[in-house]
T-cell receptor
Framework: DTGVSQDPRHKITKRGQNVTFRCDPI?????LYWYRQTLGQGPEFLTY????????KSRLLSDRFSAERPKGSFSTLEIQRTEQGDSAMYLC????????????FGPGTRLLVL | TQLLEQSPQFLSIQEGENLTVYCNSS?????LQWYRQEPGEGPVLLVT???GGEVKKLKRLTFQFGDARKDSSLHITAAQPGDTGLYLC????????????WGLGTSLAVNP
């Protein structure tokens, strides 16, 4: 399978715990994006990498959120001290460096904070 | 501020009917994508339109990009229950191709 993959698909955690999600982009894509989506809404941009460099981060992203892409391949998104308001679908997308900005999405990680 | 207005927000129709979903903006986009999303899954790309006035067809789905590249439409002919889902449009603004501007989506239900 050459699509974007995300792990885990589902995560249930207690408030205050830390969680980490992984995204593996399409292999030849050097741009990687993280989004958050709540029910009935479109995706909300969180952050963006080109290779290993984090080039943009949403102002909506609190200090409890951190993302890395250490080798320019897979990426991780960590949420520290989770809150109930963090419950959402976390989506990862990738796109090639050149050409039009078409993003290809993974299946998402659904987070539920109790 | 919602830069990409998508309408209608909800649509419930009977199998066999036609429908059109609209995406409108005052901004010019260098490209616009349409996605379809099912519950619990990520958005799946349907089409990318790039040229003003462009029309693309995908089986019963017809996508059009406005001449000024500010708006787009998705027309579905003879809708089927399998078309049920959330349809999202997303535009890349000229000069800022890294981040997509998203509509809020159209939730379509096709009843048998």
């Amino acid at each position: 399978d050459t699509g974007v993959s995300q792990d885990p698909r589902h995560k249930i955690t207690k408030r205050g715990q830390n969680v980490t999600f992984r995204c593996d982009p399409i292999s030849e894509h050097n741009r990687l994006y993280w989004y958050r989506q709540t029910l009935g809404q479109g995706p909300e941009f969180l952050t963006y990498f080109q290779n290993e460099a984090q080039l943009e981060k949403s102002r909506l992203l609190s200090d409890r959120f951190s993302a890395e892409r250490p080798k320019g391949s897979f990426s991780t998104l960590e949420i520290q001290r989770t809150e109930q308001g963090d419950s959402a679908m976390y989506l990862c997308a990738s796109s090639p460096a050149t050409g039009r900005e078409t993003q290809y999405f993974g299946p998402g990680t659904r987070l539920l904070v109790l | 501020t919602q830069l990409l207005e998508q309408s209608p927000q909800f649509l419930s129709i009977q199998e066999g009917e036609n429908l059109t979903v609209y995406c409108n903006s005052s901004s010019v986009f260098s490209s616009l994508q349409w996605y379809r999303q099912e519950p619990g899954e990520g958005p799946v790309l349907l089409v990318t339109v790039v040229t003003g006035g462009e029309v693309k067809k995908l089986k019963r789905l017809t996508f059009q990009f406005g001449d000024a590249r500010k708006d787009s439409s998705l027309h579905i002919t003879a809708a089927q229950p399998g078309d049920t889902g959330l349809y999202l449009c997303a535009g890349a603004r000229a000069g800022n191709n890294r981040k997509l501007i998203w509509g809020l989506g159209t939730s379509l239900a096709v009843n048998p």
